[in-house]
């Protein structure tokens, strides 16, 4: 019982990091039409900023504030100063299809490579800022600690301010509108390019975000973020890659299913664990669950 | 002279050029050489894939793993010829690749990339799971020491090179023949108006399976020949970083034209060396010497598709045109 207790408690934590992810890759996606690879180097590069930040202050959570305002900004850099040119210059023929996502990750890689060249390949440790002993449950301890709790929280005040944020602010609606279509929302007077560029930076806060809540059980290095930008890519793609709600209930399953599967069945299979289910929905529903009417095009 | 024939007689001068230079070159070079055929062949299945029949794979690494991971099992476990075993490795990966295809050729775009790049993910840490597979420590990929009527003096890495580039030749030879003729017509009318392709009758998803199908086996054969220079195959062997490579030296040598082919296979294995001597001079620091060539690579990936996304070429022959 208590395998099955601390089972369902992991997948929420770790399904409310995916969900960060898989939220930021949406905001991108719905915004620029470009699956952004460079997400992960974004969120290993705050998450440096934010080590660097613990080194000098020894606080956590000024550290948590400087990477989730980092992280906005250098969204934001990435968006007006290399996404928006490479648009502006290959628009026609089958590379601009291509063009977009190989740039991503170029950027992604630039971005390790200097981070190994500044700070070194070796692994570093964030302390987290709360308890990491797992919960007692009638004396038993479980692998459910303060700091997962913590996770769970944060993610969750995060969700209801973007949820807020989308449905109750005009930047917000003209977030969804210029997302639904740019021409009609550029005729009604919102400047669709600024818009985006905002977008990008909400997806760059929510990754730094992810980085500073996902490191104090792992290690930090370049690579660190790689299979956070798969597993977040897989729940998007389950949620339908459109849909904001999506991106965090796909979250959720995957997060459910690679906890179960190892509790249940063994740690090594997480990753094909992970494809599988990518697999199959994209076989039994290929639009994602929550997939917008639209026909899934480049 | 038809065109067929005229490339048949190039590859197999070229074949002949390169087999009588390996006389004349030191250990080295080529090992080298083995590398850049096998680069070359790699390169030329992403050209297939994504320069031809418009589709983005960001886990040709995981390709090459099936295809090595098949030809050790050959060569390992059913003691076959490791030639035999190259042939194996081909044929697994294609019929992987059909599979997949199945599965993928349907997907657009980002839904391809980032499956692919799950695969890449995936496919390595699976091989952990089973122990005929060796687990971390992996399989041999023997090929052997050369046969016995070649005589004493020929070393082994001459024999990796007879293998490599007479295999990325004969099968590089095959794609070309292929791209050249209706296949070739096919993925650009695809490439360029997948609608239009339609109306007029082809099988867009069909075609896609069969590209992804003959790209998976190009690749699976260059996992083999890459675990040869590497001494055995293991789930550290391919890394994601492979696959990337890969796309960047496909990008460099542009996507639409599978006669630059070489060049790719050739800036692969230099950009390395030039980073190591380059960060040699700079410091000795170990984070300098491990990423300066993945910054190089990057670099040269986001210039490649913003400046020449059409290859090399491009620019020459704007020059002509003004």
Known sequence: MNQFITAVLTSLSSGAIYALMSISLVLVWRSTRVINFTQAGQAVLTTYIGYGVIQKTGSYWIALAAAVIGGALIGAVIDRFFMRPIFKRITSGPIALIAPVVATLGLLGIIQASIGIIWGISYQSIEAPVSTDGFDINGQVIAFNRFNLFVLATVTVTMLLLTILFQRTNIGLALRASAYSPEIAKLSGIKVDAVRTFGWAIAGAASGLAGMLYIPGYYLYPNAMDLLLVFGFIAAVIGGLDSLIGAVVGAMILGFGLSFSRTYISTEILFPTAFILLIVVLLIKPDGIFSAKKKRGA | ?322
């Open chain 2, 1 to 322: 002279m038809t065109s067929s024939k005229r490339r048949l007689i190039t590859f197999v001068i070229i074949g002949w050029v390169l087999l009588l230079i390996s006389d004349h070159v030191g250990p080295l070079r080529l090992y080298q050489g083995s590398y850049v055929a096998t680069y070359t062949l790699a390169v030329a299945s992403i050209i297939l894939l994504t320069g031809y029949s418009g589709q983005l794979s960001l886990g040709h690494g995981a390709l090459m793993a099936v295809g090595a991971y098949a030809g050790a099992l050959a060569i390992d476990k059913a003691t076959l010829n490791p030639i035999l075993g190259l042939i194996v490795a081909t044929f697994v990966a294609g019929l992987f690749g059909l599979i997949l295809g199945f599965a993928v050729a349907r997907l657009s775009g980002p839904y391809l990339a980032g499956t692919t790049l799950a695969l890449a993910v995936a496919l390595p840490t699976l091989a952990n799971e089973f122990e005929i597979l060796g687990g971390q420590q992996g399989l041999p990929f023997d090929v052997g020491s050369s046969p016995e009527r070649f005589g004493e003096e020929f070393s082994q890495y001459k024999w990796y090179f007879w293998i490599c580039a007479l295999a990325a030749l004969i099968m590089i030879w095959w794609i070309a023949n292929l791209v050249s003729g209706k296949y070739g017509r096919t993925y650009r009318a695809l490439r360029d108006n997948p609608i239009a392709a339609e109306l007029s009758g082809i099988n867009v998803g069909r075609q896609k399976v069969i590209a992804f199908a003959i790209s998976s086996g190009a690749a699976g054969l260059s996992g083999g020949l890459l675990v040869i220079l590497l001494g055995g195959v293991s789930p550290s062997a391919f890394p994601l970083g492979v696959s990337f490579f890969l796309l960047t030296g496909a990008i460099i040598t542009g996507l639409y034209n599978l006669k630059g082919v070489i060049l790719g296979g050739l800036i692969l294995v230099a950009l390395p060396e030039i980073a190591d001597s380059l960060a040699s001079r700079i410091g000795e620091s170990e984070g300098l010497t491990n990423s300066l060539p993945d910054l190089l690579v990057s670099a040269l990936l986001i210039l490649a598709v913003v400046f020449t996304p059409n290859g090399p070429g491009q620019i020459l022959k704007r020059h002509h045109s003004k």
